[in-house]
Each structure stands twice: as C-alpha cells, then as structure tokens.
C-alpha cells in the first residue's frame, strides 16, 4: 500500500513537471507557418533610388508580393511617397516633407549611386505609383500622424475605393501609430492592419492583446518565443531591418523561426534563401 501511494505521488509530481514544461517560456520547436511573404521595402532599393516609380517597377519585375510604400503629406495634402520625415537623405534638398507643397516637392528629385553611375528621379506621389501598377500589384502602404495629426487616412481610403484595390483585397496598411490603425478600420474595416514596433520596443503583451492580424518588428526582437506566442494567436510576423550590414544573416536567422514575412532590401537574396531546399 505504502509502495503504491508513493507511486502514485511520483506520477502526480511528474505529470505537474511535465504540464509546467510545456506551459513555460521554453520552446522547442518553430510552429511552421505558411510560406512567408516577400515584401519589397521601399521597392527594389538595392538597385534604384527607393520609393520611386523604377525602384518599384524592378520589384514588381522581381515578382514580389508586395510593394511596401511610405506616405508622407505635403503642406497642401499630397500623399507622396517618402520614408523619412525629412527630404534630406534621398534628394539634393533639405527641409520637412510637411513644409513643401506638391509642385516645389516635384521640383527636387531624388539622387542616388548604383555601380559609380548617379541615378535621378522624381518623388512620386501615391497616386502615380497606383496609375503606374493598378491592381496588378499587392500593395502594403505605411501610414503616419502628419504634425501629431490624422490627416491622412481620409484621403488614403478615399484614393484606394477610387482604383477599387480595398475591394479587390489588394492593400495592407501598416503603422506604428494605433490611432492611425484606428481611424483605417473606422474608414475600411476589411482592410488588414498591421501594428508596428520599433527597435527595441517590441511589446508581446501588446502585439498580443491588439486586434490586428499581422505584427511588425524589427529583426532584433524576434525571438522564438515571440513568434511563437503571436502564431498562437492566429497572428502573422513581418520583420523588417534596420542594419543593412546585417539584413542577410538576420534573414537567415528568422527563417528558422518561421516567420511570415520580409520587408526585404535585397528582393534576390530573400527569394534564393526562401525558395533553397
């Protein structure tokens, strides 16, 4: 009696080792997700000035599922296609994107060096990319507050019903502003959203909590556990990357993981890692 009381006990203490184990933060194995996205970010950057109508093109020719576009608003409400918040780095002006209007913004190309040779082009607006692509491309749009304001989700939805793209379930937008988020889903609510996270501010607790499908975040912050966890909740994992030095072996690396998918800066090298046995 004595012997199967015991027993019983270590099986008891077992079975609650055993429950602790796979409930706690450790993992073991990648839960396998579909096969991942291939994001141009900023078009085919790594070849033509970035957001510009040829970077986007060569992306489009590389057959991506995505073409990733940054918005920012000129003074007099032109959505354009700008990353940062200044023109500084991409074009030979200086100043906010905010403080110029259209045609002065249409007045400083962008400039940029690919093989010694100095390529020039406009700045796009958002619009010109749409009449250049239509619906024969998937777009995944960025959205931002404009002066800590919402300002550009109206004319955003606005111009995306106009060529019929929401419908045809052909956009994305993404941001790191939830109240952005928030507006979009008042505006379009069959839009997918994606939530946006910083370097180093990843937040699994919100990523968690938030009703949004997909999760943005910076390639440092992805994490086994991370991935994991958000797969669990029936939400998808995009990663972009900050340290270009770095963007291969960080691909590499989160391929393990199963992530869902690459806001990629080198279109060739994702589809080679991504489609190699």
Request: proline share 3%; hydrophobic share 40%.
């Amino acid at each position: 009696m004595f012997k199967r009381i015991i027993g019983f006990i270590l099986f008891v203490g077992l079975m609650i080792l055993l429950v602790f184990y796979i409930t706690s933060e450790h993992e073991v194995e990648p839960m396998v997700a579909d096969f991942p996205k291939i994001i141009a970010h900023r078009g085919a950057n790594d070849r033509f000035n970035e957001s510009t109508i040829s970077a986007y093109k060569i992306a489009a020719e590389d057959g991506v599922d995505a073409l990733e576009i940054d918005l920012r608003m000129t003074a007099d409400g032109s959505l354009v296609a700008m990353h940062d918040k200044t023109i500084d780095r991409t074009t030979n002006g200086t100043g906010e994107v905010s403080n110029f209007d259209l045609k002065e913004i249409k007045e400083i190309p962008t400039v940029d060096v690919f093989g010694n040779q100095s390529t020039v082009e406009e700045i796009p607006m958002l619009k010109e990319i749409l009449d250049t692509f239509k619906d024969s491309e998937y777009y995944y749009i960025e959205t931002r507050l404009v002066n800590d304001r919402l300002v550009m989700e109206v004319p955003l939805v606005e111009l995306l019903n106009k060529y019929d793209l929401i419908a045809k379930d052909l956009v994305t937008i993404q941001s790191f502003s939830e109240e952005s988020l928030e507006k979009i889903h008042e505006l379009a609510p069959e839009v997918p959203l994606t939530l946006l996270f910083g370097k180093g501010k990843f937040s699994l607790k919100v990523a968690k909590s938030v009703d949004y499908p997909f999760i943005g975040m910076e390639a440092s912050d992805v994490t086994l556990k991370n991935v994991n966890e958000l797969h669990r909740q029936g939400k998808e994992v995009h990663v972009f990357f900050n340290d270009m030095k770095s963007e291969k072996a960080e691909q590499e690396r989160v391929k393990l993981l199963h992530v869902d998918g690459y806001f990629t800066n080198d279109i060739r090298f994702t589809k080679q890692l991504l489609w190699e046995e």
